[in-house]
């Protein structure tokens, strides 16, 4: 597979998204792309709802075919559209080359610019202002021309999962920016939507990249409702959900958008440590709430016990993990989980924060899980473990006491213990049963990204954690740094 992904999202931004395309020449990514969302491509000859080429003069075999056509690459490209008589849009990835993590229509300056200024953060300062500084050329349309641009010829309006939303739920003209997951084809995108005149989102709208696909969105309501019948912590940090609705056999949903920062991008920002440690402080504090706030008897925990004994445990079995480990837990209470607190889907903004994606969402869990995981992913970026290798060392050091921040854990986890008097004993078992938990599903995510996309994966971050933690000597049920 291309190690250049996901340029091929830019085919979401047109009003019709298609189901033929055409590829003249090797545009970098597409083919690879196109196949993983179930795409046909068909050659430059053949009728085709897009045609696709990083070479302009390409371009005019491809219109004889297909009504739209895009060029991913050439800056001067929109130029020759517009002689060949093509309404054209300009399309910015960011990054401007790679893989993008974010895809903005340059006419549409205020959308354009809140990309550029939000949607990559750098730990250095002078790239931050020069985010700020083409930011503002963009709002006053002097921005230099990009060393390269997807330009769209042939096609007009909003995106048709922009136009299809606005319809459903009443949101009348909405401006947009799309922005990209990363990883595997299962993660969704998301168009941020921006009334009139606007310089910040309203309204958020994911979407799935491959027809059909709506096992996130099922859940999504599943949590929408659950979060509303608990209220109180839980429900005053989350969004509201408005609706779903399905285009052209693509699910979407649509919910309130979290005004403010992701937490991922505020960590990477030239701060302190002390700075960022006291954004984490809050959110740390928040998950104590939700664990006291809805604490139940131990009784409530039992069906999560007999799913984790019977579906979980025996996949772990070659490694040695004791298939009655869940019953042989001490008793604690059953606690909300919300399962993915992670720094992606945390929003920080002058009011404090909100949380994003409770798809995977249950009333009664176990009271450590999501203290441990928050604090597992956030603390390597305070700690600047930000490549891959050093993320996986990072998980081992922070949680064997030999990381910078494994006293700011060991403290968040002290805390949970006293408020909510579980048992010391209890929670090596408990953080065990919780990255084993993990490292399933993220497998069986894993292999249902690779059957859907036809292309291998390599294992995520949650399989290499749960076999570390199996695997390293004071980790696993031997576990007990937290304490020190």
């Not at 809140?114 to 050329?137: D, F």
């Amino acid at each position: 597979m291309s190690s250049l992904q996901h340029r091929a999202d830019a085919l979401f931004t047109l009003p019709r998204i298609p189901q033929r395309v055409a590829l003249a020449g090797d545009p970098p990514g597409w083919e690879d792309d196109l196949r993983e969302r179930g795409i046909e491509i068909v050659g430059p000859g053949c009728p085709a709802d897009l045609g696709v080429a990083s070479d302009p003069v390409a371009v005019e075999r491809l219109a004889l075919h297909a009504p739209v056509v895009i060029v991913d690459g050439d800056p001067a490209a929109p130029s020759m559209l517009r002689r060949r008589g093509f309404r054209v849009t300009r399309l910015l990835t960011l990054p401007v080359s790679g893989t993008p993590v974010a895809i903005v229509d340059l006419d549409q300056p205020r959308t354009a610019a809140y990309g550029i200024e939000h949607a990559i953060v750098h730990p250095e300062r002078w790239r931050m202002l020069r985010n700020r500084l083409a930011a503002t050329l963009v709002r006053r349309r002097l921005l230099p021309t990009p060393k390269r641009l997807v330009s769209v010829g042939g096609a007009g309006g909003s995106p048709a999962l922009v136009a299809a939303a606005c319809e459903e739920f009443d949101l009348g003209e909405r401006g947009w920016l799309m922005l990209v997951s990363l990883g595997a084809i299962v993660r969704r995108n998301a168009f941020l939507l921006f009334p009139p005149a606007a310089g910040t989102p309203a309204e958020a709208l994911k979407f799935a990249r491959v027809r059909g696909y709506g096992a996130q969105f099922d859940r999504d309501e599943r949590a929408a409702a659950l979060v509303a019948a608990i209220g109180g912590a839980v429900a005053a940090r989350a969004p509201r959900h408005i609706g779903r609705l399905r285009v052209d056999g693509y699910e979407a949903s649509v919910e309130t958008v979290a005004p403010g920062e992701k937490l991922s991008a505020l960590l990477r920002r030239p701060l302190s440590r002390k700075a960022k440690l006291a954004v984490l402080d809050p959110v740390a504090d928040w998950l104590v709430q939700v664990g006291r706030e809805t604490a139940a008897p131990p009784e409530a925990l039992e069906p999560e016990l007999d799913r984790l004994e019977r579906e979980v445990l025996p996949f772990w079995t070659s490694h040695g993990v004791d298939p009655l480990l869940a019953r042989s837990l001490p008793r604690v209470p059953a606690t909300f989980q919300h399962w993915d607190v992670a720094e992606e889907n945390i929003v920080v903004s002058g009011d404090g924060f909100l949380v994003l994606d409770w798809e995977f969402a249950h009333r009664h869990g176990l009271p450590l899980a999501d203290l441990l995981y928050f604090g597992v992913h956030v603390l390597r970026i305070v700690d600047g473990r930000l490549t891959e290798a050093e993320r996986d060392r990072h998980f081992v050091e922070v949680l064997t006491g030999r990381a910078p921040s494994s006293p700011v854990l060991f403290r968040w986890i002290r805390r949970l213990v006293e408020e909510l008097d579980l048992p010391p004993e209890s929670v090596a078992a408990m953080a065990t049963l919780n990255w084993l938990d993990r490292g399933k599903l993220s497998k069986e995510e894993h292999q249902r990204a690779e059957e859907l996309g036809g292309v291998a994966l390599a294992d995520s971050f949650a399989e290499r954690a749960s076999v570390a933690w199996l695997e390293h000597p004071d980790l696993g049920e031997n576990w007990n740094a937290w304490q020190s």
